[in-house]
């Protein structure tokens, strides 16, 4: 095998292996929350779609429904689920009757403001608590590499 083929075989298995790292990193990130979402009896794209509420209240349904990339019918019928359950208010828009803005409750702008991150956040600080001042620095000083040489390779 040249050289070249053998460097291309090495970065598509180097390649494989970051994926598999990556999507381990982000499932035990993502465990914690997903754990409290189910408690909530929430599924994801009720979350997604209350964190689009929360960063833009007074959303109308149009624009929620292309920010969570999901079809109109669908948000529609997340929207009413969340509605009854008191976690947003719709409300007519004061310049034009016809069109509805979906507000998010207090209890929902907690959640998603407070918790979230630190439910997300949380395995990674004890992660990094546990690593020495050393393997931080390796890890943090890897990845700014890694993302500068994906924002570069287009």
Same mark, same amino acid.
């Given at each position: 095998?040249?050289?070249r083929l053998q460097t291309?075989? #090495? ?7 970051? #994926? ?5 990193? !982000? ?35 149009? %624009?929620?429904?292309?920010?969570? %990339? ?5 948000? %529609? $019928? ?6 009854? !359950? ?5 409300? %007519?828009?004061?310049?034009? $009757? ?8 207090? #209890? ?16 990674? #600080? ?18 700014? !590499?890694? !993302? ?7």
């Amino acid at each position: 095998m040249n050289q070249r083929l053998q460097t291309r075989t #090495e970065i598509a298995s180097l390649v494989a292996e970051i #994926e598999r790292h990556l999507g381990g990193i !982000r499932h035990a990130m993502r465990k914690p929350l997903e754990a409290a979402v189910s408690t909530g009896e929430l599924t994801m794209p009720q979350r997604a779609v209350m964190q689009v509420v929360v960063r833009n209240p007074g959303i109308n349904l149009r %624009s929620l429904s292309q920010e969570v %990339s999901l079809a109109h019918s669908t948000v %529609s $019928g997340i929207i009413d689920r969340l509605e009854k !359950r008191g976690m947003v208010k719709r409300r %007519s828009d004061a310049a034009d $009757g016809r069109v509805g803005r979906i507000y998010p409750t207090a #209890e929902v702008q907690k959640f998603v403001r407070d918790l979230i991150p630190k439910l997300t956040r949380g395995p990674l #600080e004890k992660a990094l608590e546990k690593a020495s001042l050393q393997d931080r620095a390796t890890i943090e000083q890897a990845l700014r !590499r890694l !993302r500068e040489l994906l924002e570069n390779a287009v």
